[in-house]
């Protein structure tokens, strides 16, 4: 059996039924995650020798890009606990692997902060030795899983010396950890999103993760991949999502007049058809970002940059396209349209921000043409 195959009853019988209820009541899908711990894919990839089943990003790119067509804010969730689950898996402790593995443990990345906004790479939160302590202070601004996660994946300045950043394995309730409240936001209401404060909170030594002051190689090799290549495929299947509805809405309703459906409309097969193009263009480049990282080619950054931006802008125009080719209908919640229309505005807006990713993939071709024309 894929892994596909184990998701599908959960998401049929469970996380789909769920969705309007989940964004709604901006409920966190806790049942959706049971569910999944017990079928193993919390540990989706984690390491055989902890229990895990050993998969890669590609497999948690299709999970995560399954789950979004039913419900954005669980694949958002997850997406997130796989981000934590690879740095846990690259340098945390054994019983926490292995927690992950059996599904009695999630985790969140909690990066972005008040004071560096959506420069994640640049914290200003503070690590300050107290004996055998470290004190924790800093002021995250948007952490998924905030208060509801068993524990983030933080960043901190360095213990010592100014330059680079720190990661931290920090159990979400010990004493200092505040969260801000509810999430009540536009879209992906589900997902538990709120600002997280650390007020001297205590950790030891042996929750660095990494060396001190060395985080940036882990954010890039291990962090940024991942989380860009999750976040795309969340974009993706809000787009399959949004065309399976538009689609079977069009060809199901008729004019009372004429008997031909919406479906017979030119017009609206045009819309229709650019929506695919774009969808499948930034699935595409999804999976060849995929195949860059497989085969450590040289264009493999750069890939992933292009890849987040593609998809969270593809969204945005595939949903809105959904909803013009649907007219009224598309604004009944029970449509799911609109949903998806809301959920998809986040990817662009989520660090690093499409903008901040074209000034870098551009600042990228720039540079590489005054090098290839110095020599």
Not at 293 to 303: E, H, K, S, V, W
């Amino acid at each position: 059996m894929s892994y596909l195959d184990t998701l599908e009853p959960i998401v049929r019988d469970l996380i789909a039924p769920a969705a309007l209820t989940t964004d709604r009541q901006a409920q966190y899908p806790r049942a959706a995650l049971d569910a999944l711990g017990q079928a193993g894919l919390l540990g989706l990839i984690s390491a055989k020798e902890v229990g895990g089943m050993g998969a890669g990003m590609a497999q948690a790119a299709q999970i995560v890009q399954r789950i979004a067509q039913d419900c954005p804010s669980t694949a958002m969730v997850l997406t997130m606990h796989y981000c934590g689950t690879a740095v846990i898996e690259r340098c945390g402790p054994e019983a926490t692997r292995k927690a992950i593995a059996a599904g009695q443990h999630t985790s969140t990345l909690a990066w972005s902060e008040i004071g560096s906004r959506s420069h994640f790479w640049a914290p200003v939160g503070t690590a300050t030795v107290e004996g055998d302590a470290v004190l924790l202070n800093a002021a995250k601004s948007m952490v998924t899983s905030a208060g509801q996660a068993n524990s983030y994946v933080w960043t901190s300045r360095p213990m010592q010396g100014e330059e680079g950043l720190s990661i931290w394995l920090v159990d979400s309730q010990l004493p200092g950890l505040q969260v801000a409240g509810p999430f009540d936001g536009l879209g992906l209401r589900g997902n538990a999103s709120s600002p997280v404060k650390a007020n001297d909170v205590r950790v030891t030594l042996a929750d660095l993760l990494g060396e001190d002051g060395k985080g940036a190689e882990l954010s890039n090799q291990v962090v940024l991949p991942i989380f860009t290549m999750l976040i795309a495929s969340c974009s993706i299947g809000m787009m399959d999502g949004a065309l399976a509805r538009a689609t079977a809405h069009i060809t199901r309703n008729r004019f009372a007049e004429s008997g031909s459906s919406l479906s017979d409309l030119p017009t609206i097969r045009a819309y229709l058809a650019r929506a695919k193009i774009r969808a499948d263009q930034a699935r595409t480049l999804r999976d060849d970002t995929l195949a860059a990282l497989a085969a450590g080619r040289p264009d493999t950054m750069l890939r992933v940059l292009e890849n987040k931006a593609s998809a969270a802008e593809a969204a945005l125009e595939v949903t809105d396209t959904a909803m013009r080719i649907c007219g009224g209908a598309a604004f009944r919640k029970e449509a799911g349209i609109e949903r998806l229309f809301r959920d998809a505005r986040a990817a662009s807006i989520m660090a690093p921000t499409s903008d901040v990713l074209f000034d870098h993939i551009g600042t990228a071709l720039c540079d590489a043409a005054a090098a290839e024309q110095a020599n």
